[in-house]
């Protein structure tokens, strides 16, 4: 009777993943055209789901305080996802991962019929591993991207400098930058720099949107020195210049770094593995000669 229940409930959740986003697919038809002129794609599991999910994220939004959307934003900015999901519908992801992990936890517990204590403990914890795996995929992808965005700053502060050496104003230099670079997060973040300065930002405001998305301290200095420059009248070129020289100064300290800190890792791996491999095969010619000889029996 549970295995039937079981079933019965899995056949209608399928059917409603497969019927709801037909269903809203006019109801979401002018959403979608406007969403079109400012987000980027999504992946195609996200991309099949929006339209279900949108219409719920509606709601979702009304209910959300604005300081916790605020705090969201904030770090779907630094993972590079402000143009392509909103706050309210991240929460709705999270919200259908859960689901998700209760419809697997209930598959394998009934369906599978699985009658192990240790398997029973480990399907239910999947409902509140696919809850948090949302916020965990988050931050990996955040640190992933601040780690490229890192290793890449340099390289456009030197083609930034070349472009204003060669008579260029300074968002002229950019875009020739831009085209310069590979995809990447330093390559998005100025093309929306770009866009943003296009709709009539100020150049200030757009750049301090810049370091508030990317929160790398790198980026930040960045900022306030051109801010300065332009204050204080200082040549733009020299300040991008003593900053291109400084970062490509921090990313070799910083690989300097990680080439030191690579022994002590390398230890525990060499003391739990690799030590007690090379002591049992110096140490059994020693056993086998010590029982062929005897030594063992007069004990």
Known sequence: MNAVLASLLTALACALILLLPLA??????????????????????LRALRPAFRWYATEVDQSLPGHKREVMQTQLNAGGLAYVITPAEFLVVRRLA??????????????????????????????????MYPDLWLRDTTKRRQMRFEKDFPFFLDVLVLGMKAGLTF??????????????PVRQEFSRYLRETRTGVTRRIALDRVAARVMIPAVT????????????????????ADQARQRRQERFLRAEKLANQAPVKMLFPLIALLFPITFII??????????????????
Do not use: C, H, K
């Open 171 to 184: 968002t002229a230099a950019i875009e020739q930058a831009i085209d310069q670079l590979r995809e990447g």
């Open 282 to 299: 110096i140490g059994f010619p020693i056993v086998i000669q010590l029982i062929e000889a005897g030594a063992f029996d007069v004990m």
């Open 98 to 131: 859960f689901i998700a992990g209760i419809a697997v936890a209930l598959y394998v517990i009934f369906v599978l019929d699985v009658n192990d204590p240790m398997y029973i403990v480990v399907a239910s914890s999947l409902a509140p591993f696919a809850y």
């Open 24 to 45: 809203l697919r006019r109801r979401s038809t002018e959403s979608a055209q406007r969403d079109a002129a400012w987000r980027d794609e999504l992946p195609p599991l």
């Open 221 to 240: 200095n960045f900022v306030a020195s051109v801010t300065q420059a332009e204050e204080t009248g200082g040549s733009l070129g020299e300040v991008l």
